[in-house]
């Protein structure tokens, strides 16, 4: 897929084969605690070796032109717009995230002065599959803008950029797993993440299973199952309701217990909601 990204980039830009820079974004699984990272969860993650590739150079000036390899069409827009949030989220296209990226940096205070020419494909059928393709999308935007802008940000930083184009671009709620996933996994390694610290911590694989395997064999395998369904989360209420009853939860409990905290479920003490379950309704 390398070569064709490669080559799609060449005959969109006119440039030489080896002026095209690539960002590869793997997708990510979560074998524990998928979406409880924006109650400050515990949450487990590990990327796969299937994901985004974005091809791409620089521009000339302000102007973005980008072409995908799941989707039609070609977008064009400058880095020098004022990137508005999008209020209908029945407006949201592939070309979204490369706007949110730009409205991200934008309102980090970044200067964006260059744009890219690129091509951008993930693994077909495997979009809003559930293994964070939006994630990974948003966050090759957000490295290929800063690469050609001569921007040089932590992970840290664009997991937060990239909670910016879900929360406050398309109106996604959620939390730090997905970009924390792609941004700071190790090869070999399960990262264990305290969403409520926004603190990593790894495990190797080896030490995750007991059992006698024979030398040179992995000891475990994982099995991946897609069922066929593809969901667009931006687009649908459901997390977004999701989020919010749990934020109603979180409310009613710490009221109860006399506590003003943000309304987060990880902030209950276990005491208080054993005490108050069955008074709360």
Known sequence: MLDIVRKNVVE??????REVRVVAC????????????????????????????????????AEVVLQSGQFKGITRFRVDDLQKPIENRGNITWESYARGAVYALQNSGYDLRKGIIGYISGVNGLDSSG???SAAVGIAYLLALENVNDLVLSPVDNIQLDKSIENRYLGLENGIL????????????????????????????????????????????????????????????????????????????????????????????????????????
Request: with cysteine; charged share 20%.
């Open 26 to 61: 793997p997708y990510r699984i979560c074998p524990l605690g998928a979406h409880i990272d924006h109650q400050g969860g515990i949450v487990t993650a590990m990327t796969i070796n299937y994901g985004v590739l974005l091809g791409f150079v620089p521009s000339d000036d």
């Open 178 to 281: 997905d970009p924390s996933a792609i941004l700071l996994s190790r090869y070999g390694y399960l990262t264990f993440m305290d969403c409520k610290t926004a603190s990593p911590s790894y495990v190797y694989f080896s030490e995750l299973s007991k059992s006698q395997q024979p030398q040179g064999r992995p000891p475990f395998k994982i099995l991946l199952a897609f069922s066929g369904l593809q969901h667009n989360l931006p687009k649908s209420r459901g997390y977004n309701m999701r989020v919010f009853e749990c934020k109603e939860a979180a409310r009613a409990l710490l009221c109860a217990s006399g506590s003003e905290d943000a309304p987060i479920l990880r902030k209950v003490d276990p005491g208080v909601y054993e005490a108050q379950k069955v008074y709360i309704r």
């Open 12 to 17: 969109i830009s006119g440039r030489d084969a």
């Open 131 to 133: 293994l964070s393709s």
